[in-house]
């Protein structure tokens, strides 16, 4: 007698990636997607346009959230390129690179 539509919980992310995000200037020349924003950020795979919440592992998990406009990072260990306003929403610019997780 009781409802499983009630009781199922579905998470908002279905997929999740960790490693290590650092940021780049989405202004400084074209993107692949075409597009640009102060909220834009480039992976390798996620689909364009697609809203990740970004999160911070080594301080205190802050997080925001990003739209993948364009395709990278193409530094070797690294998971996300985040426009320089994202991420200084979430760390410190001046250490270039935080451990941080994905979910979409």
Same mark, same amino acid.
């Given at each position: 007698s009781s /409802?499983? $539509? *009630? *009781?199922?919980?579905?998470? &908002? $992310?279905s997929n999740i990636q960790q490693g290590n995000v650092s940021y780049y200037d989405i202004w400084a020349e074209d993107t692949a /997607? %075409? +597009?640009?924003?102060? #909220?834009? &950020? &480039?992976h390798r795979t996620i689909p364009f346009y697609? /809203?990740? !919440?970004?999160? =911070?592992?080594? #301080? =205190?998990? =802050?997080n925001t959230y990003v739209r993948?406009? #364009?395709? %990278?990072?193409?530094? +070797?260990?690294?998971?996300? !390129?985040? *426009?320089?306003? /994202?991420? $200084? =929403?979430i760390a410190n610019t001046d250490d270039g690179t935080f451990y941080g997780a994905l979910y979409w």
């Open positions: /409802s499983t $539509s *009630s *009781s199922t919980i579905k998470t &908002a $992310s /997607s %075409g +597009s640009q924003a102060s #909220d834009g &950020a &480039a697609t /809203s990740v !919440d970004v999160c =911070n592992e080594n #301080d =205190n998990y =802050n993948i406009l #364009d395709r %990278g990072p193409y530094v +070797s260990g690294r998971i996300l !390129d985040m *426009s320089e306003e /994202s991420f $200084s =929403n």
